[in-house]
């Protein structure tokens, strides 16, 4: 597709349970981005990638929170027995590496029981 | 800490009204303000940006003021329509190089134009 492609859209799971979430981002697009957007509330930053490396984890907000871009496409964002704070909306936004626009995905809904 | 302070958090205008939106920020490092439009179950999509060397900038019916010495920007929504219903956020980053400027966002401001 065109844009930036996340999934799964939405995913309920049970205190304690681990989830990952997939970040498709646009062919060519040298850096990726993921933020947390609580209910209500602006995205906030979670990590960024240029190409594999990642470069800035400065907002995953604990060790359970853990990222990943293993060939510099695809990413996934892993959260470990997940607690019910952790329920927000998970952005993905990649973006070339000759301007600061951000594309963002759809999101992925996570609702933590 | 919050660096950039967006309000209201909400606005009902109605249509052919300008609903305005103003942000401050804090960090004199930012030097690329974006303002993102949001639809329910959608992610943010850009609508207009600007930097601190104009004071304004017009797109269509969109329109950012920048007060540098202030630290404020706002938008202005000129001639609005229900079609522009949707949550607003200011952005900031530092210098605009390449892509790696993680924005930082306002708390965002929720535009409801009635018709």
């Known amino acids: 597709g065109a844009g930036v492609s996340q999934s799964p859209r939405y995913k309920v799971a049970k205190r304690g349970q681990d989830v990952a979430l997939r970040c498709d981002p646009i062919s060519g697009h040298v850096s990726l981005f993921w933020y947390q957007q609580a209910l209500g509330q602006g995205p906030e930053f979670l990590t960024y990638?240029?190409?594999?490396?990642?470069?800035?984890k400065s907002g995953l907000p604990s060790d359970r929170f853990f990222a990943e871009r293993p060939e510099g496409s695809v990413s996934t964002l892993k959260i470990q027995r997940t607690q019910q704070e952790d329920s927000a909306v998970y952005l993905c936004a990649s973006s070339t590496s000759s301007s600061g626009e951000l594309f963002f995905g759809e999101g992925s809904r996570l609702t933590v029981l | 800490q919050q660096q950039v302070k967006q309000s209201p958090q909400s606005l009902i205008v109605q249509k052919g009204g300008i609903p305005i939106i103003n942000c401050a920020y804090e960090n004199t490092a930012f030097d690329y303000f974006p303002w993102y439009q949001q639809f329910p179950g959608k992610g943010p999509a850009l609508l207009i940006a600007i930097r601190p060397d104009v004071s304004e900038k017009k797109e269509g019916r969109f329109t950012i003021s920048f007060n540098k010495s202030a630290k404020q920007f706002s938008l202005h929504i000129m001639d609005s329509q229900p079609g522009d219903s949707a949550t607003y956020f200011c952005?900031?980053?530092?210098?605009?190089?390449?892509?790696?400027?993680?924005?930082?966002f306002g708390g965002g401001t929720r535009v409801l134009v009635k018709p």
């Open positions: 990638f240029q190409n594999e490396a990642q470069l800035d």
């Open positions: 952005a900031a980053t530092g210098k605009i190089k390449a892509a790696g400027n993680k924005l930082t």
